[in-house]
């Protein structure tokens, strides 16, 4: 053993009981003799591990214990700031979260079932309700009369409008129209067509969006539609339905007024007192009637609502009336030159009561006593379906007519006129 570079040889062992004494220079302790577990008549040995094979695997390095160990506490605290900052947005998320479901200050149960939110702004189809609404509601005006209230659409950029002539009746010079935005201008009456309810205002604004025409003799029943107007004085109100009927004939009128006479389009789109005037249009937003007249179970104007029949003028007949208004003042009125026999008929079809010499139902053959059962096809109840269809085609449009002469048919191509008074 070496302690501080110099070497010392163990003292000599005094001798053991039982003969055996340990040799000089021995590696073993003197009390090593004494160890009960030791046979000392065993020869000693060193015993050494075996060589390593050349080649093979090396032995894991031993470390060193007196070596530095490496420090954990920067890693301990950024795990500790990485948890404190996600239980914080945690937290936060949590709460905003709480707000929008309605559970901050109440009881904690969840209303309605989650979904995704509503986008801020939803780009609806064009051809949509929405869509077709955003495209015409524009053009619709509310116009106001002394007393009273209707409704209409633009028609040009420079101001002209079309409404009902039963809207304007009396009214003065205090007319004014108001428009979907809350603007309001002063208005005046261009002209009217008192027997077929069509009149033109001028609105005292340029640069007007003018609606879009559709075609009145393309749609069918069943089409769906939309009615604008102010029903009861609610402005910009939109009712959906359907084409109920095309060619509804009525006779409407007030006691010692106009009696006027539609060939109407029918629908069961919600319309009421102060939607007249405004656009019947399809579902490509093109106008294709003028809404006009309701059907009611009420006694009284004032207790007339909406029971899903009301009625517009094709916009084919309100179109060429409001040109003919714009063009010259005035509309021309068409006719067959014949006066026919209007309520209480018992015959089945339009009784010709008489036959003007040069007019046009002359022209074609047709007498006094003829009952006339069918224009272009559609079948003739009495004299007043006759005069509404025949105001709905232009002058100088040729119709096919059906008629009964006594007890023979025969049928006749009439070439309609425009009325010279």
Known sequence: MTDGGNWRRPPTAPSVPGGHQQSPGSPWWTDALNDPWRD??????????????TGGPALDPVP????????????????????LLAGGIGGTLGFVFAVRGGYVGGSG??????????????DRDPESFAGVTKKVQPSVVTVHVTGAIGSGFVVSADGYVITNDHVVDGAGDT?????????????KLVGRA???????????????????????DAIAV?????????????????????????????EAGESGGTTRYYAAIQT??????????????????????????????????????NIGLAFAIPINQAKRIAQDIIDTGKARRTVIGAEVTTGGSSASGARLRSVEPAGPAAAAGLKGGDVLTKINGHPLQDGTDLIALVRKYAPGATV???????????SASVTLAADTN
């Open 194 to 216: 008192q027997e077929s309810d069509i009149a033109v205002i001028k609105v005292a604004k340029s640069n007007l969006p003018a609606i879009e025409f559709g075609d009145s």
């Open 40 to 53: 000392p008549q065993a020869p000693s040995a060193v015993v050494l591990p075996p060589p390593v094979p």
């Open 400 to 410: 096919a007519v059906e008629y009964k002469r006594g007890t023979k048919t025969a």
């Open 175 to 187: 007319m004014s129209v108001s428009f979907s935005d809350g603007s309001t201008a002063p208005a």
């Open 64 to 83: 060193d214990p007196d070596a530095p160990r490496r420090s954990y506490t920067p890693i301990l605290l950024i795990c500790l700031l990485t948890a």
């Open 222 to 250: 069943g089409d769906p539609v939309l009615a604008f107007g102010s029903p009861l004085a609610l402005e910009n109100t939109v009712t959906a339905g359907i084409v109920s009927a095309l060619d509804r004939t009525i």
């Open 109 to 122: 149960t969840q209303l309605g079932a989650s979904g995704q939110q509503a986008p801020a702004a939803v």
């Open 268 to 305: 069961d789109a919600a319309v009421n007192q102060g939607n007249s005037g405004g656009p019947l249009v399809n579902a490509a937003g093109q106008v294709i009637g003028v809404n006009s007249v309701i059907r009611s179970v009420g006694g009284a104007d004032t207790e007339a609502g």
